[in-house]
């Protein structure tokens, strides 16, 4: 697809395990850091045992209300962090230099991570003799033994609907679940909505947890880790939030703002994982290649989206080389490979690292979205 | 600008197992409310809701074969609701490869009897992955949100992207409205949207009892759920599915398909004001309507009824009619305003894709379904509610609001097709 009026890239918000600095994340990709370590809880049973986590960031001091805290998940904090910090990197003041009905909110949330600290409470008053759940006891004892605030933490909207009610935030909408792909189609909606007129801007991106242990016992069961028990590697559960600012031309320009890049390209498609057939997922992203990227675009930058070696990350880069010949100008990168993988913000980020590079060398950068799911998307950004 | 038109429908509700059904049971004020059977709720601070009743799931099992293994109640609501809107679309099967996918869910089904095991010890979840990953093929704690979407994409071989939309009560609406705008802009022909949900699990009734968002009157669950009545206590949680197929007029009328109506308006927005209670100012939800108005091209004049979102819940519903006054000004006060939720209780994600669907159907069959148990209108609730009885509609469109929890708002306009 082809924008037809033009959707820049104004501010970018991340929360990662590699701060929440695009700059410094963008430096510490190119100095080939990782915040990949091996878990921190008992990792026996599972077959990844690596994980990249957020730590040492003052995540709630980005909050702009500290009585939401109580309210809201881990991946919920990160989402409200990463969406303040984009705001703030886009130099907007929503009802101030925007109207907030004139700002849209399209985002992702991942596959949820059971508040356990909630829920075994519960659990535990609701156990009959024989250790089995009683719903009769669930009744008369569990119930007890929760908050009402439990609904908050594990309904899936519930992390992008703090972001619209701390900022303000009440334009077009929807929120996707649960995967990398959903994520993109996150974003291309953004686009769509700005592009026809919907929204002047618009906030889109995901945020998700899986770098615990109940995190990795969902993805062991949805066969994310089989790559790790048939080939040895694998993707690293990470989590965070990143969140772009998307803004028309015309009011990126009225506010004399510097964009990162403009969207100008863009297609999803899908690929049917259960096939097995490496030819088709081929033809599937040259298509999206194809549809997206203009004939003879300078392309500066690829952000590959396959992590650490498996197979659909070598199909991925040989097509993406394959299309675009292996020139020693065009720069490749795997955010996975240093970020860990964050699933529902995984396309969030891949747009977000394209956008900085972009910037910084004026070249286009090609940004692919290729995550667990049958969805993929691939986006052509190029420099203002 | 092109045009999209419904040209499938699919129901499964707690009044009926398919439109026909479900349509009669509606224009007739059955409440599809009762006492909860899907898992003992004696102790329960609430214990009625909305079942679909006489759900054969063996039977979806064995028209969908790669279902046997799914145990989440809202998917198998699902494939039967696209199941009979695929059906009833009349579209041969080789033609949906290029179908664009849509659908709605809210929270996860999460299996607490699994987690519940292991409850007492020390370390829950490395016992949990003990017990669960032992052995291949062991249970799935979980169901994630797009195992409809996606079994609905590989069993039709769609090459489109489909989506999973988990924006709450709206998600249906979403879904819906998401689909009209991509065949409106040529991006697809043919679209399959809709939503599914069951709440009706411990987790789900437990939590919503916690919030005091539920009617606790389990003594008399048929008039549990009473939209606009002052004496309101709540809503009551149902359960179901709903789907449309949505077309591009040549495409519907070069196949010769039978045309419901025709899509013309989506709007949404979000209130960006509490996570647990709607603006009491309605704004959020009067600019969904603004909105869904402004893309239709319409004035608030031409709008002829309104399927309201009517929860039953005291704060929900006078914002709504407020909403509605803001949007319509005199003309709310002349048009009929109902509320199925009365009788099916509120189906969350899948409560926006039922009442599309409903909306649909009553511009094609020239009736209005009541709002039952309204027996004293609150006063803040003063436009013309159908109350009791279906009525008689011959007006040419229908506008179809959804409300979600966390303040996500979506609004929908049907019209009449004429050939």
Known sequence: MKSENDVFITGIGCVTPLGTSPNVLLDAIRAGQTAIKPSLFPSEIFYCKNNARVSNIDVESLIRDPKSLRLMNRDAVFAAAAARLAIEDAGVEIDKNIQGRRVGLFGSTGLMCLPLEEISPVLRASLDSNGKLDPKKLGNEGLKATRPVLSFKILSNMPVCFVSILEKIRGPNAIFNPWEGQGALAIIEAVRAISTGEADCALAGGCDQKANSMGFLSLQQHGVFDSWKNEGTGTAPSEGAVFLFLESSSSANRRKVKPYATIKGWKAGTIKRNLHSVEDEKKVLEFLLKSSVPRGASIGHLILSGDNGTMLNKLEEETFKGFFGSKPEIETVFPKHHLGNLFAAAAAGQLAVGAMMTRESGYASVANCLGHGSTTATFYLENC | ?419
């Open chain 2, 1 to 419: 600008m092109r045009r999209v038109v419904i040209t499938g429908i699919g129901i499964v509700c707690p009044v009926g197992n398919t439109v026909d059904d479900s349509w009669n049971a509606l224009c007739h004020g059955v409440s599809g409310l009762g006492p909860i059977t899907l898992f003992d709720a004696s102790t329960m601070p609430v214990r009625i809701g909305g079942e679909v009743k006489n759900f054969d799931v063996e039977s979806i099992k064995n028209r969908w074969p790669r279902a046997e293994s799914l145990r989440d109640r809202k998917v198998f609501l699902g494939l039967a609701a696209a199941q009979e809107a695929i059906e009833s679309s009349g579209c041969p099967i080789e033609e949906w490869a290029k179908v664009a996918i849509h659908v709605g869910m809210s929270l996860e089904s999460f299996f607490l009897e699994d987690v519940a095991e292991v409850a007492n010890e020390e370390d829950l979840t490395a016992i949990l992955a003990a017990r669960t990953l032992s052995s291949l093929g062991g249970p799935l704690l979980q169901s994630p949100l797009d195992t409809l979407a996606e079994f609905l994409a590989d069993r039709l071989s769609s090459s489109i992207p489909p989506t999973t939309n988990c924006s709450a009560c709206a998600a249906g609406g979403q879904s819906i409205g998401l689909a009209f705008r991509q065949i409106r802009a040529g991006e697809i022909d043919i679209a399959l949207a809709g939503a599914a949900d069951s709440m009706l699990n411990p987790l789900g009734l437990g939590g919503f009892s916690l919030l005091k968002a539920l009617s606790d009157e389990n003594d008399d669950p048929k008039r549990s759920c009473r939209p606009f009545d002052v004496t309101r206590t709540g809503t009551t949680l149902g359960e179901g599915a709903s789907f449309l197929v949505l077309e591009e007029l040549g495409r519907a009328q070069d196949r010769n398909a039978k045309i419901y109506s025709e899509i013309v308006g989506y709007g949404s927005s979000l209130d960006s004001f509490r996570v647990s209670d709607p603006d009491p100012e309605g704004n959020g939800a009067s600019l969904a309507m603004d909105c869904a108005l402004k893309d239709a091209k319409m004035p608030p004049q031409a709008v002829d009824a309104v399927n309201a979102h009517g929860t039953g819940t005291p704060k929900n519903d006078p914002v709504e009619i407020m909403a509605i006054k803001r949007v319509l000004g005199k003309r709310s006060f002349e048009i009929p305003i109902h509320a199925v939720k009365s009788m099916t209780g509120h189906m969350i994600a899948a409560s926006g894709a039922l009442e599309a669907a409903v909306s649909v159907l009553s511009l094609n069959r020239n009736l209005i379904p009541p709002t039952i148990n309204l027996a004293k209108p609150d006063p803040a609730c003063d436009l013309y509610i159908v109350k009791d009885f279906a009525k008689a509609f011959t007006g040419n469109t229908v506008l179809s609001n959804s409300f979600g929890f966390g303040g996500q708002n979506a609004a929908l306009i049907f019209r009449r097709w004429i050939p």
